[in-house]
């Protein structure tokens, strides 16, 4: 079981980067999916989630209006569209497996992460 | 939103040592409580969800519990492999699901 991110890079501030994550050994889905992000020396900020069937998403108030979330189940893939893009954004981005126990979820399977550097 | 507070920052034990992490909420989240364990250059793990339900392959030393605002971590044996960053996040009805700003459990 494993999910792959790529994507990140080095990009000016106010530019645009696309994230992908690639879901390998399970069907993605079945699935609501995340993305986490943490800055250099900081802790972990949810970003954005998305349901199975892409009917429920949410973003966190810091990236909401710049930030779309998206999903291809075809492709067992999730996305993340990033746009106008600030030096506050610069974080390594985790994709995360939201796994419901009955009452109770949490993230059970996490990517290795992609870095992204908004700089000028 | 809700603010989850943990400490302390550092903790300071020896191997072998009993360590004890707290976690608050700013209101109560039930037991949707998950507690993850990070290495250095390493993802997130999941310890603990549920506030006190072990993961899959986490080891008995390592127990949760707590319910409403206040949570615990404990891990009753240190050993060289736990020394880590510990974060505790809330899984309630709606977002954000806010994380605590973690504690590194170093050695002593």
């Known amino acids: 079981l494993q999910l792959v991110e790529s994507g990140g890079d080095l990009v000016k501030p106010g530019g645009s980067l696309r994230l992908s994550c690639v879901a390998s050994g399970f069907n993605l889905n079945t699935y609501t999916m995340n993305w986490v992000r943490q800055a250099p020396g900081g802790g972990l900020e949810w970003v954005s989630c998305i349901d199975s069937s892409s009917n429920y998403i949410n973003y966190a108030g810091s990236v909401k209006g710049r930030f779309t979330i998206s999903r291809d189940n075809a492709e067992n893939s999730l996305y993340l569209q990033m746009n106008n893009l600030g030096v506050d954004d610069t974080a390594v981005y985790y994709c995360a497996r939201d796994f419901n126990w009955g009452i109770v979820n949490a993230y059970d399977i996490w990517g290795q992460g992609t870095m992204v550097t908004v700089s000028s | 939103e809700i603010v989850m507070t943990q400490s302390p920052a550092t903790l300071s034990v020896s191997p072998g040592e009993r360590a004890t992490l707290s976690c608050r909420a700013s209101q109560s989240v039930s037991i949707h409580l998950a507690w993850y364990q990070q290495k250095p250059g390493q993802a997130p793990r999941l310890l603990i969800y549920?506030?006190?339900t072990r993961a899959t392959g986490i080891p008995a030393r390592f127990s949760g519990s707590g319910s409403g605002t206040d949570f615990t971590l404990t891990i009753s044996s240190l050993q060289s492999e736990d020394f880590a960053v510990y974060y505790c996040q809330q899984y309630t009805n709606w977002p954000p699901w806010t994380f605590g700003q973690g504690t590194k459990v170093e050695l002593k």
């Open positions: 549920g506030a006190s």
